[in-house]
């Protein structure tokens, strides 16, 4: 079993910045290729962000591309997701993910195995 512990949301005005932290426990940590999903209100839940399980390769949501940064530190078992020039369309309940490793990075959320509880990111304008 994998257990993921997201932290580092919060209310923050537009055009700034958030760092997300997703700690990984219970299994190998480069096993597992990672992702950042976000689900608003009333919308469905969408991919944000991915990281391969060596960190070689990276994907992004077009909304989000320049503005947000996947990236894990093997040492510390945690991968972020650094939020930048934050807009109000990005407020939502942020989810970590976890998938066996894979040469793909999906952002199909079904392709995920494991979870965290997610953090609320909230953008004032």
């Known amino acids: 079993q994998v257990q993921l512990v997201e932290s580092g949301g919060g209310l923050v005005q537009a055009g700034g910045s958030l760092r997300l932290s997703c700690v990984v426990s219970?299994?190998?940590?480069?096993?597992?290729?990672m992702g950042w999903f976000r689900q608003a209100i009333g919308k469905e839940r969408e991919f944000v962000a991915g990281?391969?399980?060596?960190?070689?390769?990276?994907a992004y949501t077009d909304s989000v591309k320049g503005r947000f940064t996947i990236s894990r530190d093997f040492a510390k078992n945690t991968v972020y997701l650094q939020s930048n020039s934050l807009k109000p369309e990005d407020t939502a309940v942020y989810y970590c993910a976890a998938r066996f490793r894979s040469m793909l990075i999906t952002g199909s959320q079904y392709e995920y195995d494991y979870w965290g509880q997610g953090t609320q990111v909230t953008v004032s304008s």
């Open positions: 219970g299994r190998t940590f480069s096993d597992y290729n």
């Open positions: 990281i391969s399980w060596n960190g070689e390769r990276t």
